[in-house]
C-alpha cells in the first residue's frame, strides 16, 4: 500500500502533467459549471486543480477569482475526505468553515457540495462543486448528476494532456498516422465499442428522455461507407423524416444541441432534439455519430440530453485512446511498423506455405550505418527523420506487397512473399538495397545513409520462426562484418556463415580478455620528410597480443573493438599509455627533440565529441611536459563532422593551445572537398589506395592525386601520404607537392625504440 506522502507525490506529479489550461478548455469548463448550477437549482459552481504549488480555479455566477482561490478550503477538505459527493448543508453551523471570509462576507456561502475530481488511478486532482447563499441538500439524483459531471471534466483535462503529448513528441509520420486511424476506426464497426456504448447510455437515459435514437457512419478516406442504427429496430417512419432532414441541415464539425422540426402539409407532427459528434484521430474523420431525442414536455430536462452527449463525447475519447495503447502493443510508435510479435505470426504464415508450394518468401533484415552519428552531429530529430523516410522506402518494397518491422533502434526486418522468386530473386535483392539507402534531407543538406542487409530464403517447413528469424540476423552481422563504405552488397544466409559467426565471436572475446588482462601494446610507424628523407615523427598504432606473447594481426581484432563497444575505453587507454611513453623521464622524450616533430594519434569523433575531451587532455599533455604542437590527432572525414558541434569546440580548443589536426583517410568514404574547407584542420592525409592504383593501366591517380595534393598545398595544409610502399611511388611523390609519407617502405609498425634508432641515423633510405 502507498503512503500518505508517496500517494501525494504521485498526486503533485499527475497534476503537473496536465496542460495550462487555456481559454478553449476554459469555455467548456464554463458550460460544464452552468450545467451543474441549473441541474442543481445553485447560483454558483466552481472547478478547481490543487496541490501545493499550483492553483487552477474555473468559477461562474459571480464569484471572482479572489474567492475561487478562498475557495481552496472547501475543494481541500473535499479532496481530503474522499467521499462520492462532500455536503456542507450550512456553513455557519459547521466548525470547519464558519470562520471562512467566503461565509462572513461576500458572497455569503451557505451552502457547499462538493465531488472530488479523479484520475484514471483514482488519484484526487481537485474538486467540482455548487454552492448557495442559502442552506439546503442535494437530493440522491443530483448529487448522482454532480459526479457524472465532475467525471465528464477530468476527461476533458486528460484528453488535452493527451493531445498536447502527442503534439510534443511528434513522433509520427503521415502514414503512420493514417494506419492507426484505420485500426481505431474499428471501434465505430457493427460489433464495436461504439455501438455498445451507445446502446448501454441510450438505456441509462430513456427514463429520462423520449425517443432517443442513434445511428453511427463510418467512414473511409472522406465518404460514408455504411450506416449503424441504435437500437437495431429499423427507425420508425418519423425517425426516417429526422434522419432525412439531419442529412441536409446538420453540420458535421458540430456536437451543440440543435431543435428541428417535422412539418407534415400544415400541421406541426414533432418537435426534436439532434446533435452530431464526429469522431477524429489525428485529422481524420473515423465516424460520424447522430442522436435523435424528442423535445422533453419539462424543459430543465433539455439540459439531460446534453449530458449524455457530453458523456459520449467522453466515452468516446477513452476508447479511442484505448484503442491507440492497444495498436501501439504491436507497433512501433515511430514508424508504425509491426513489432517482433506480429512479425513471427507472419514468418509462421510464410512457413506454413512451403509445405504445399516451393519456396515463396524471403526475409531481409536491414541495418542503417552511422544513425548514431547523425543522431550526435543533426539531433535526435533527425534520426527519427531517417527512420521516418526508411520506413517509408521499405513498405514500397515488391509494390507494397511485404510486411515490414522495426526489431530495434536501427534495424527494420521486411518479409516478402512472391511466387516466382528463383526468377526475381536478385531483382528484390537490388530493391531491397536501393530502397534502403534513399537519401532524405535535414535542413539544406541531403544525407544518404547506407545499409547492411542480410536475408534468408523461407523454404524449409521443418524450421521455426524463431530460427528464420536468427538466421537473417545472422546474415545481417556477417554483412556488417564484410564492408563499408558506399560499395555494399546484399548477403544470403549459407551455414558457413554459422562458422564465421563463431570466428567472430571468438575474436570479440579475445579483445575483452586482452583489455582485462592488459595485453595491449602500442607500435609506431615512422614518418619521413619526402624532400630531406629525415624523420619527422611517427604514427601511434594499436596492437595486441595473444596469451603466447605473439602479436595479433590488427585486422583480426581492431574492428571488434566497436563491435564489442569497447572503442572509448580503448581510445582513453591509447591516450594515456601516449603520455606514459613520452612523458618526462621516459624513453620516448629524444623524439621530441625532432625539429617540428609530429607524434599523431588516432581519434574517433565519439571520442572527440565527449565533453571537457580538449580540457582534460591538454592538462595531461601539459603535465607530462609534452609541447602541444607536437601532437597531431587524425580524424576520418565524413560529411557529418561539421554539424558536431562538440567536437567542433574541442578541436578549436586544442589548434589554439597549438595541437595540430589532421583529416585522415582523405579520398575515401565520404570524403568531399567543400566538406574539407569547412573543417578546422592543419594536415590532410591521402589514403593509400591512391598510391596502390598508381601501376594499374590508364590509372587517374596519376592526374587526380598530384592535382589534390597541389589544391590542399595551395590552401595552406600539410599533405602526407600514407601506404607508400615502393621507391617508385616515392619518386613520383616527390614530383608532386607532397611533403610526407609513411609507409612500409621506409617501416612498419614498430616498437618506439626502433623509432629513437631511425631517428638517430637521420636519413631514410632514398
Avoid at 431 to 456: H, T
Avoid at 573 to 583: I, M
Avoid at 599 to 628: C, E, H, Q
Avoid at 679 to 704: C, N, Y
Wanted: glycine residues 6%.
Amino acid at each position: 500500500m502507498n503512503s500518505p506522502q508517496s500517494s501525494e507525490l504521485e498526486r503533485s506529479e499527475r497534476l503537473c502533467q496536465l496542460p495550462n489550461l487555456n481559454a478553449e478548455s476554459g469555455v467548456a469548463f464554463d458550460n460544464l459549471i452552468a450545467l451543474a448550477s441549473l441541474l442543481t437549482d445553485t447560483p454558483f459552481g466552481a472547478i478547481s486543480f490543487l496541490d501545493s504549488e499550483r492553483k487552477w480555479v474555473k468559477t461562474s455566477g459571480g464569484l471572482g477569482q479572489t474567492q475561487g482561490e478562498l475557495s481552496r478550503s472547501f475543494a481541500a477538505h473535499t479532496i481530503r475526505e474522499q467521499e462520492p459527493c462532500f455536503v456542507v448543508p450550512d456553513a455557519t453551523q459547521d466548525e470547519r468553515f464558519a470562520n471562512n471570509p467566503l461565509v462572513t462576507g461576500e458572497p455569503h456561502i451557505r451552502f457547499y457540495a462538493g465531488v472530488p475530481m479523479l484520475s484514471a488511478e483514482g488519484l484526487p486532482l481537485g474538486s467540482f462543486c455548487v454552492m448557495d447563499r442559502k442552506p439546503r441538500e442535494l437530493t440522491p439524483l443530483q448529487m448522482e448528476l454532480l459526479q457524472h459531471i465532475a467525471r465528464i471534466t477530468v476527461d476533458l483535462a486528460e484528453r488535452e494532456r493527451r493531445g498536447r503529448d502527442l503534439d510534443k513528441k511528434g513522433l509520427f509520420g503521415e502514414q503512420t498516422r493514417g494506419r492507426l486511424a484505420d485500426v481505431i476506426s474499428r471501434i465505430a464497426s457493427p460489433t464495436g465499442q461504439i455501438r455498445a456504448a451507445i446502446a448501454s447510455l441510450i438505456a441509462q437515459y430513456n427514463p429520462l428522455l423520449e425517443g432517443v435514437a442513434a445511428r453511427i457512419q463510418r467512414y473511409h478516406e472522406g465518404l460514408p461507407t455504411e450506416i449503424i442504427h441504435v437500437p437495431d429496430e429499423p427507425p420508425t417512419s418519423l425517425q426516417k423524416q429526422q434522419w432525412d432532414k439531419l442529412d441536409q441541415t446538420a453540420l458535421l464539425a458540430t456536437d451543440v444541441l440543435r431543435q428541428g422540426v417535422i412539418v407534415r402539409g400544415d400541421s406541426e407532427v414533432a418537435t426534436y432534439f439532434y446533435a452530431v459528434a464526429p469522431l477524429k484521430f489525428s485529422d481524420h474523420i473515423l465516424a460520424r455519430v447522430d442522436f435523435l431525442c424528442d423535445v422533453p414536455k419539462d424543459s430543465r430536462y433539455d439540459n439531460f440530453f446534453k449530458l449524455m452527449l457530453a458523456s459520449f463525447s467522453a466515452m468516446a475519447e477513452r476508447e479511442i485512446h484505448a484503442e491507440e495503447l492497444k495498436y501501439y502493443v504491436d507497433h512501433d510508435p515511430l514508424t508504425g511498423l509491426g513489432t517482433r510479435k506480429l512479425l513471427l505470426d507472419e514468418i509462421d504464415k510464410a512457413l506454413q506455405l512451403t509445405k504445399t508450394e516451393k519456396p515463396a518468401a524471403i526475409l531481409f533484415h536491414i541495418r542503417l550505418d552511422s544513425l548514431t552519428e547523425l543522431n550526435d552531429n543533426f539531433g535526435y530529430g533527425s534520426g527519427d527523420t531517417a527512420l521516418i523516410e526508411t520506413a517509408k522506402h521499405l513498405r514500397e518494397v515488391h509494390g507494397g506487397d511485404n510486411f515490414v518491422s522495426r526489431v530495434g533502434g536501427d534495424k527494420f526486418i521486411v518479409l516478402v512473399r512472391d511466387n516466382d522468386l528463383e526468377k526475381n530473386f536478385e531483382a528484390l535483392l537490388n530493391e531491397v538495397k536501393l530502397r534502403a539507402s534513399i537519401p532524405f534531407r535535414v535542413g539544406l543538406d541531403e544525407i544518404r545513409i547506407y545499409a547492411d542487409v542480410g536475408c534468408v530464403v523461407i523454404d524449409d517447413p521443418m524450421v521455426s520462426s524463431i530460427e528464420m528469424l536468427r538466421r537473417a540476423e545472422l546474415t545481417l552481422r556477417y554483412a556488417v562484418s564484410q564492408e563499408s563504405g558506399t560499395h555494399r552488397k546484399v548477403y544470403t544466409y549459407q551455414d558457413e556463415m554459422f562458422q564465421e559467426r563463431l570466428l567472430l565471436n571468438k575474436t570479440n572475446l579475445l579483445v575483452r580478455q586482452a583489455y582485462s588482462e592488459n595485453r595491449f601494446l602500442l607500435r609506431f610507424q615512422p614518418l619521413f620528410d619526402l624532400k630531406t628523407h629525415a624523420l619527422k615523427g611517427a604514427e601511434t598504432l594499436l596492437r595486441m597480443k595473444d596469451r603466447d606473447g605473439k602479436i595479433v594481426d590488427a585486422g583480426r581484432f581492431i574492428a571488434a573493438i566497436p563491435r564489442i563497444r569497447y572503442q572509448t575505453s580503448i581510445d582513453e587507454w591509447v591516450f594515456s599509455e601516449f603520455v606514459r611513453q613520452f612523458g618526462e623521464r621516459s624513453s620516448g622524450r629524444e623524439m621530441l627533440e625532432i625539429e617540428n616533430v609530429m607524434l599523431s594519434l588516432n581519434v574517433t569523433p565519439v571520442f572527440l565529441s565527449t565533453k571537457g575531451f580538449a580540457d582534460k587532455w591538454l592538462a595531461k599533455w601539459s603535465n607530462a611536459r609534452i609541447p602541444y604542437k607536437a601532437i597531431v590527432l587524425e580524424v576520418v572525414e565524413s560529411p557529418l563532422l561539421p554539424e558536431n558541434d562538440p567536437l567542433l569546440e574541442n578541436i578549436h580548443q586544442l589548434r589554439e593551445a597549438g595541437v595540430r589536426i589532421s583529416v585522415d583517410d582523405f579520398g575515401s568514404g565520404y570524403s568531399n572537398l567543400r566538406h574539407l574547407i569547412q573543417l578546422p584542420v592543419d594536415i590532410v592525409k591521402f589514403d593509400r589506395a591512391f598510391l596502390s592504383e598508381l601501376g594499374a593501366p590508364k590509372s587517374k591517380s596519376r592526374t587526380l592525386l598530384p592535382s589534390l595534393i597541389t589544391l590542399c598545398f595551395d590552401l595552406g595544409y600539410i599533405t602526407i601520404c600514407e601506404g607508400v610502399e615502393t621507391a617508385e611511388q616515392v619518386e613520383f611523390l616527390r614530383s608532386t607537392e607532397c611533403q610526407y609519407a609513411q609507409g612500409y617502405f621506409y617501416g612498419k609498425a614498430m616498437p618506439l625504440a626502433e623509432v629513437l634508432a631511425l631517428s638517430q641515423q637521420g636519413v631514410a633510405r632514398a
